[in-house]
C-alpha cells in the first residue's frame, strides 16, 4: 500500500523543478537510506531496506528511483514513484544478483542524454551524508558534469508542512498517547526495560504504525543518564525513576511522547520538585511558540530559567525542534539559531537534562502545530499533563 498520495508527491516534484529551473540544473539526485530517510521518503513514500538509493528528478520528464535489484520490486509496490534503474553503487556490496538487469553511469547518461539532452549540471541532495564510496563513485560516474550541492534549498521544502503531512502527524500522536498509557501502565518495580518499551511498540503496532523515528527509550536509575537510552533487560528498581520515550510513524511522518515516571507509581517530594523544574521550563518555551519568534528567541527563557536553578551544566539538547519525517529534523531552534518559526510547522517541546547527581537524566516531550495564533496540541492530553502542576 503506497503512503504518499499522487497530488502530494506531484506537488513535491514540481517544487524540486523549480530548484533546478531556477539554478539552470538539468536533473537533482536525491540521496537516501535506511539512516537518512527523509529526503528520499519526502518524493516517494518509501525507503528500501538494506540497500541506499537516489531519487532521480529531471527538470523535465519522468522521475526514477536509482536503487538495487532487491528493493526493485518493493518500490514498485510501494513507491509514488515507480521507474527504477539499478545500480552498483546502492548495492549490498559483494552481493551477485544474476538475473537483475544493473546499470552502469555511462548506460545512464546514454538513456539521459537520449530524452534530456545533454546533462551538464546535477544537484545533488544529501551528499554528505553518503558513505565516502558511494560519493566517490558517484562523482566518478558524473565525470564532465557539473555537480551543485542544492541539499540546503531541498530541505527548507519540507520546512513547512501541507495539511495532508500535518493531518498524518496528529494521527500519530495520538498512537503516541495510546504507547505512552501502554507504558505507563506497565512500570513497576521488578518490570524489565524491554518489557515497557514492548507494551509501548505494541499499543502502536497494532493500532496501525507503519514504523517508528526512533527506538523505544525506557532508561532506569542511572541508564536514563545516556539522553537516549534504548530499552534493556534491567529491571525497574522501587524508588528509581523511569525516563520513556517513543515515536510512532503514520504513514513515514512521526509522533513523539516523553515522560519521565516513578518506578514505584508515586514521586517522592525531591522528584516532585524536579518535574516541577521541567514542566515551568516546558511553560516558558511554550509561551514563546508564535509566528515570527527565532530561535534563540524560543531557546532564551528556558534557558535562563535552568541557569537560575543550577540546570544548565546538565543541558545537552536545546528545547525545540521541528518534527515530521524524522521525529527531530531541521529547523533546531537553538541559542545560536536565527531560523524563525511560521505557521505550517510541526514543533516538540522537549525539556530535558542528564548527568544530575541527584536525578540522572530526564525528560518531558510533546508536539505542537503552528497557526496564525500559535501552538496547537497534537496531544491536548500530554501538553495538559505537561504543563500542568
Given at each position: 500500500?503506497?503512503?504518499?498520495?499522487?497530488?502530494?508527491?506531484?506537488?513535491?516534484?514540481?517544487?524540486?523543478?523549480?530548484?533546478?529551473?531556477?539554478?539552470?540544473?538539468?536533473?537533482a539526485?536525491?540521496?537516501?537510506?535506511?539512516?537518512?530517510?527523509g529526503?528520499?521518503?519526502?518524493?516517494?513514500?518509501w525507503?528500501?531496506?538494506?540497500?541506499?538509493?537516489a531519487?532521480?528528478?529531471?527538470?523535465?520528464?519522468?522521475?526514477?528511483?536509482?536503487?538495487?535489484?532487491?528493493?526493485?520490486p518493493?518500490?514498485?509496490?510501494?513507491?509514488?514513484?515507480?521507474?527504477?534503474?539499478?545500480?552498483?553503487?546502492?548495492?549490498?556490496?559483494?552481493?551477485?544478483?544474476?538475473?537483475?538487469?544493473?546499470?552502469?553511469?555511462?548506460a545512464?547518461?546514454?538513456?539521459?542524454?537520449?530524452?534530456l539532452?545533454?546533462?551538464?549540471?546535477?544537484?545533488?541532495?544529501?551528499?554528505?551524508?553518503?558513505?565516502?564510496?558511494?560519493?566517490?563513485?558517484?562523482?566518478?560516474?558524473?565525470?564532465?558534469?557539473?555537480?551543485?550541492?542544492?541539499?540546503?534549498?531541498?530541505?527548507?521544502?519540507?520546512?513547512?508542512?501541507?495539511?495532508?503531512?500535518?493531518?498524518?502527524?496528529?494521527?500519530?500522536f495520538?498512537?503516541?498517547?495510546?504507547?505512552?498509557?501502554?507504558?505507563?501502565?506497565?512500570?513497576?518495580?521488578?518490570?524489565?526495560?524491554?518489557?515497557?518499551?514492548?507494551?509501548?511498540?505494541?499499543?502502536?503496532?497494532?493500532?496501525?504504525?507503519?514504523?517508528?523515528?526512533f527506538?523505544?527509550?525506557?532508561?532506569?536509575?542511572?541508564?536514563?543518564?545516556?539522553?537516549?537510552?534504548?530499552?534493556?533487560?534491567?529491571?525497574?528498581?522501587?524508588?528509581?525513576?523511569?525516563?520513556?520515550?517513543?515515536?510512532?510513524?503514520?504513514?513515514?511522518?512521526?509522533?513523539?511522547?516523553?515522560?519521565?515516571?516513578?518506578?514505584?507509581?508515586?514521586y517522592?517530594?525531591?522528584?516532585?520538585?524536579?518535574?516541577?523544574?521541567?514542566?515551568?521550563?516546558?511553560?516558558?518555551?511554550?509561551?514563546?511558540?508564535?509566528?515570527g519568534k527565532?530561535?534563540?528567541?524560543?531557546?532564551?527563557?528556558?534557558?535562563?530559567?535552568?541557569?537560575?536553578?543550577?540546570?544548565?551544566?546538565?543541558?545537552?539538547?536545546?528545547?525545540?525542534?521541528?518534527?515530521?519525517?524524522?521525529?527531530?529534523?531541521?529547523?533546531?531552534?537553538?541559542?545560536?539559531?536565527?531560523?524563525?518559526?511560521?505557521?505550517?510547522?510541526?514543533?516538540?517541546?522537549?525539556v530535558?537534562?542528564?548527568?544530575?547527581?541527584?536525578?540522572?537524566?530526564?525528560?518531558?516531550?510533546?508536539?505542537?502545530?503552528?497557526?496564525?495564533?500559535?501552538?496547537?496540541?497534537?496531544?491536548?492530553?500530554?501538553?495538559?499533563?505537561?504543563?500542568?502542576?
Amino acid at each position: 500500500m503506497r503512503s504518499l498520495e499522487c497530488s502530494e508527491s506531484d506537488a513535491r516534484l514540481a517544487k524540486v523543478r523549480e530548484i533546478l529551473e531556477s539554478k539552470n540544473l538539468d536533473l537533482a539526485l536525491v540521496y537516501y537510506d535506511e539512516f537518512n530517510i527523509g529526503n528520499g521518503w519526502y518524493l516517494t513514500g518509501w525507503c528500501p531496506q538494506f540497500e541506499s538509493g537516489a531519487v532521480l528528478v529531471p527538470r523535465k520528464g519522468t522521475p526514477m528511483i536509482l536503487g538495487g535489484p532487491e528493493s526493485e520490486p518493493f518500490a514498485k509496490l510501494d513507491s509514488a514513484i515507480t521507474e527504477t534503474r539499478n545500480f552498483p553503487v546502492f548495492m549490498v556490496p559483494d552481493e551477485e544478483y544474476p538475473n537483475a538487469t544493473i546499470l552502469d553511469f555511462p548506460a545512464l547518461f546514454k538513456e539521459l542524454n537520449a530524452k534530456l539532452g545533454t546533462v551538464r549540471r546535477v544537484g545533488l541532495v544529501g551528499a554528505g551524508r553518503m558513505p565516502a564510496d558511494a560519493h566517490r563513485q558517484i562523482v566518478e560516474g558524473f565525470k564532465g558534469v557539473e555537480l551543485v550541492d542544492i541539499t540546503g534549498d531541498y530541505v527548507q521544502l519540507r520546512f513547512a508542512k501541507s495539511a495532508w503531512e500535518l493531518d498524518q502527524i496528529a494521527a500519530a500522536f495520538q498512537l503516541a498517547d495510546h504507547s505512552y498509557d501502554a507504558m505507563r501502565a506497565k512500570i513497576r518495580p521488578g518490570i524489565s526495560e524491554i518489557e515497557v518499551a514492548a507494551a509501548g511498540e505494541y499499543a502502536a503496532r497494532s493500532r496501525g504504525a507503519n514504523g517508528f523515528g526512533f527506538s523505544a527509550i525506557v532508561g532506569s536509575g542511572k541508564r536514563s543518564n545516556a539522553v537516549v537510552p534504548t530499552a534493556s533487560s534491567k529491571r525497574l528498581e522501587a524508588g528509581e525513576m523511569v525516563m520513556i520515550g517513543i515515536s510512532p510513524k503514520v504513514r513515514g511522518y512521526a509522533g513523539v511522547v516523553g515522560d519521565t515516571l516513578p518506578a514505584s507509581g508515586e514521586y517522592r517530594a525531591n522528584q516532585k520538585e524536579c518535574l516541577k523544574h521541567l514542566k515551568e521550563a516546558f511553560r516558558l518555551t511554550k509561551a514563546q511558540l508564535l509566528p515570527g519568534k527565532i530561535g534563540k528567541e524560543i531557546d532564551a527563557p528556558a534557558r535562563a530559567y535552568f541557569t537560575k536553578h543550577n540546570l544548565l551544566k546538565y543541558l545537552v539538547c536545546p528545547f525545540v525542534h521541528t518534527i515530521g519525517l524524522h521525529e527531530a529534523e531541521s529547523p533546531f531552534f537553538g541559542p545560536h539559531s536565527t531560523d524563525m518559526l511560521k505557521p505550517g510547522m510541526a514543533t516538540c517541546i522537549d525539556v530535558s537534562f542528564f548527568g544530575h547527581p541527584e536525578f540522572n537524566g530526564v525528560r518531558i516531550e510533546t508536539g505542537y502545530r503552528i497557526t496564525e495564533k500559535g501552538a496547537a496540541p497534537f496531544s491536548p492530553k500530554m501538553d495538559a499533563l505537561l504543563t500542568g502542576d
